[in-house]
């Protein structure tokens, strides 16, 4: 049993990514998004960037095997050895799958999984509002948790940007293929008694602070 192979799971501005911040601060374990990956892979113009691109814009899931191959790379850095934050991954039964596997094969398995629980109305207030740090990709949101400089980041001075899939059309179908692909994960995690349901209609602090109680003590 690893009690810090961790996964936080839950709908588009959920709050993955702002609860991310404080659980890997807590736990000491390294924060592994695959949306910020692939939003560097876009960046840095790399074809499997480019390619990917084409999905995120939509709103659609890039392919199962170009994210079961990111992730198999990042689980398999030194960092990871205590244990890991996924935010974003898996999305897909079979990526669920292909995580199981991949743990199993170094004597592993998930040892909680987060689900951050908020309404679809609140989800896309936050993401039509949320701007993100070009260089340390931490979100704010223009009234919910305004910078305290307009358009620049509080962590590190870099600057804040809209992304490209956080309009209103786009935020839409991403709700909808969470729906779809994403939300029957929660039943396969309900069946490895691993899912903590946490109230995500809350001040992110107190959000963070059932989170932490989900997951147990530092060791
Ligand atoms: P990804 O980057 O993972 O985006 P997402 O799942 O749509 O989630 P978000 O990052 O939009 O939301 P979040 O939950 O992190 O919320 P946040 O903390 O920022 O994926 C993007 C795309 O990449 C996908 O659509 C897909 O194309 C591709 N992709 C990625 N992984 C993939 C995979 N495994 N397979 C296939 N494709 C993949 O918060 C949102 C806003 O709300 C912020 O403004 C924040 O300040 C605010 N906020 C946060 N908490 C609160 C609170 N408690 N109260 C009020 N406001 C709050
Ligand atoms: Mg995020």
Do not use: W
């Not at 990042?74 to 935010?87: A, I, V, W």
């Amino acid at each position: 049993m690893a009690q810090f192979d961790l996964i936080i799971l839950g709908p588009p501005g959920a709050g993955k990514g702002t609860q991310a911040s404080g659980i890997v601060e807590t736990y000491g374990v390294p924060h592994i998004s695959t949306g910020d990956m692939l939003r560097d892979a876009v960046k840095n113009q790399t074809a499997m960037g480019l390619e990917a691109k084409k999905y995120m814009d939509k709103g659609e899931l890039v392919p199962d095997e170009v994210v079961i191959g990111i992730v198999r790379d990042r689980l398999q850095q030194p960092d990871t050895s205590k244990g890991f934050l996924l935010d974003g991954f898996p999305r897909t039964i079979p990526q669920a799958e292909a995580l199981d596997q991949m743990l199993a094969g170094i004597e592993r398995n998930v040892g909680k999984v987060i689900a951050i629980l908020v309404n679809d109305e609140a989800l896309v207030k936050r993401l039509t509002g949320r701007r993100i740090c070009r260089d340390c990709q931490a979100p704010v949101h223009v009234v919910f948790n305004p910078p305290k400089v307009e358009g620049i980041c509080d962590k590190c001075g870099g600057e804040l940007y809209q992304r490209d899939d956080d309009t209103e059309a786009t935020v839409r179908n991403r709700l909808e293929v969470y729906r779809q692909q994403t939300e029957p994960l929660i039943e396969y995690y309900d069946k490895q008694s691993v899912i903590a349901r946490i109230d995500g209609d809350q001040a992110p602090g107190a959000v963070l602070e059932d989170v932490k109680a989900a997951i147990g003590p530092v060791l």
